[in-house]
């Protein structure tokens, strides 16, 4: 049994920076993708970012590029979510999720194991 427990989530300022923790526990995680999606209130969960596990490929949505941050640390298999400059439109429920695969895929289908999520607010 997988399990994702996401931390970090609260209010920021626009301009300001919060980063979130993915701390993943249940197997190993050696072949997958490890995802952050977020969900804003009326809308589709969507991509931010993802990486491999092995190897560290990242990979971002254009609306996060040069702003957010995917890493990683396999001693504490944790992933994270460093977000700088952070705007209004960033305001969402963030997701951390594991993809079983050594294939990138940026849509919520792609991924078979959730967090519960953690909620970001930004304000102008």
């Known amino acids: 049994q997988v399990q994702l427990v996401e931390s970090g989530g609260g209010l920021a300022q626009a301009g300001g920076s919060l980063n979130l923790s993915c701390a993943a526990s249940g197997r190993t995680f050696r072949n997958t993708v490890m995802g952050w999606f977020r969900q804003a209130p009326g809308k589709e969960r969507e991509f931010v970012a993802a990486?491999?596990?092995?190897?560290?490929?990242?990979y971002y949505a254009d609306s996060v590029k040069g702003r957010f941050t995917i890493s990683r640390d396999n001693a504490k298999n944790t992933v994270y979510l460093q977000m700088n400059s952070l705007k209004p439109a960033d305001t969402a429920d963030y997701y951390c999720?594991?993809?079983?695969?050594?294939?990138?895929?940026?849509?919520?289908?792609?991924?078979?194991?959730w967090g519960q999520g953690t909620q970001v607010t930004v304000s102008s």
């Open positions: 990486m491999f596990w092995i190897g560290g490929s990242r």
């Open positions: 999720a594991v993809r079983y695969s050594t294939a990138m895929h940026y849509y919520p289908s792609g991924y078979s194991s």
